[in-house]
């Protein structure tokens, strides 16, 4: 006959495994090969990004623009005769307006033209610069992004393996209580259907993992199925610098504000220029002419632009000029407000992750698992049923995956925060 005693040891033997501390990493028996630490990943991606590259590429060809901007348009030269057609270039003699004449001439800028255009494109080059440090940002962000939901896949999986463990000698249990009639078979099914649940969960977590491994493969420009261990342990970074310090900090240094500022800049410049546009231009030439019988001529010209179409170009090129740089100034004060609100955002992100994890490691979990431990010994008396029982053990699979990922969140909030303030905060 089957003795109350042993059934009690055999569902001992189920507890025990919930021993371990469920906030640690649940590794398998045989470890994976480690991933590269994070700090060589984002060393990686900073190197071979593509995108970083075009982006230095793209800063090098507006550099090269402004010695074209500051230089004066090039000098004409012109030949030309009047004379015999064959052979030609040959004149006519005894007619005085027979002639082989050179010409030359160049145009003269008003002065300060050519200067307010090199500042312009100065300024564009500046603006272009920020395109380098934002990219640079963005990609190491996005790599340590992906890094920490590969940690939380990585662990989410070690943590489903081990509770498949316990839960499959919890099943064996029910099919001896079952065989004893101390059970009712639909206990047996709602285990068999609590395993199929954890293998569903389990076949997303491998193809959620896969998808990460191939975004941080694409960010550091390999293969997107070069294979990528299994991350290391984290630890909560702490977060010691205020929401103001934050504020400062990213208002001084956020890249796509400095690219606006520059961009302010060169539009008021362009203000400038199209102001000064109203000033003449000037032209000065100088010929040489060849007369057959006569003395050789020479002559010089000088020129100069009339404005008189000002009223419908060089007035509306100032006018246009006007709006460029109100716009520019509108969009600088709406960088702003979107900047301060993101990191006012990703700030009570970290902050909200932060509470979730004092709570789940100091309060729910344990206090989980302490429900979990009675309702067993209460389902061995008869005085539980087991659906109670395979509630419990699915509240406290939910809980330790929640702890892990809520860890993942934080360090992905400082992430965030690093790209928008340039600080380091992930320690």
């Known amino acids: 006959m089957f003795r109350t005693e042993t059934l009690w040891l055999m569902i001992l033997a189920v507890c025990l495994p919930l021993e371990i501390h469920p906030l640690r990493a649940q590794t398998p028996a045989t470890p994976a090969p480690a991933a590269p630490r994070l700090s060589e990943l984002v060393r990686e991606a900073l190197e071979r990004n593509p995108e970083i590259q075009a982006a230095r590429r793209s800063v090098d060809s507006k550099r090269a623009r402004i010695p074209q901007a500051k230089a004066w348009s090039d000098p004409t030269i012109s030949v030309g005769y009047g004379g015999n057609v064959v052979p030609p270039f040959t004149v006519m003699r005894g007619d005085p307006s027979s002639t082989r004449q050179i010409m030359a001439e160049q145009e003269i800028p008003f002065p300060g033209k050519t200067r307010l255009r090199g500042q312009i494109a100065t300024r564009e080059a500046e603006a272009e610069a920020t395109t ?20 939380y896949t990585d ?5 489903v393996k081990k509770d498949r463990e316990v839960l499959e000698k919890l099943a064996k249990v029910a099919e001896i209580r079952y065989s004893v009639g101390k059970a009712a078979q639909q206990d047996i099914l709602r285990a068999q259907v609590e395993l199929s ?52 900090a990213a208002e001084s240094g956020f890249p796509a504000l400095q690219r606006q500022q520059a961009v302010i800049e060169s539009n008021r410049l362009a203000v400038d220029l199209a102001r000064k546009d109203v000033k003449p231009d000037f032209s000065i030439g100088y010929t040489y002419m060849q007369r057959a019988g006569l003395p050789d001529m020479y ?30 100034r509108r969009t600088e004060e709406n960088e702003l407000t979107v900047l301060r609100y993101r990191v006012e955002q990703e700030y009570l992100a970290a902050q909200a992750a932060s509470r979730l994890l004092e709570l789940y490691s100091q309060a729910i979990v344990p206090q989980s698992r302490l429900t979990l431990e009675s309702s067993l010994a209460s389902y061995e008396t008869g005085a539980t049923d087991f659906q109670t029982v395979l509630g419990n053990f699915s509240t406290i699979l939910d809980y330790e995956l929640g702890y892990h990922q809520q860890l993942a969140e934080h360090e992905r909030a400082l992430a965030r925060l690093e790209e928008l303030t340039g600080l380091e905060l992930i320690r």
């Open 197 to 248: 649940r954890l293998t569903e969960r389990e076949t997303l977590l491998e193809q959620t993992r896969r998808t990460f491994e191939a975004q941080l493969n694409s960010l550091r420009y390999l293969p997107v199925d070069t294979p990528l261990g299994s991350t290391g342990e984290i630890q909560e970074s702490p977060l010691a610098e205020t929401l103001d310090q934050l504020q400062v």
């Open 155 to 159: 662990h989410a999986l070690a943590t």
């Open 132 to 151: 380098v440090a934002e990219a640079e940002r963005r990609v190491a962000a996005e790599v340590k992004e992906a890094y920490f939901q590969l940690y």
């Open 299 to 328: 002559g010089l010209t000088f020129s100069t632009s009339l404005p008189i179409f000002r009223r419908s170009k060089q007035d509306q090129a100032i006018r246009e000029a006007a709006e460029n740089l109100s716009s520019a």
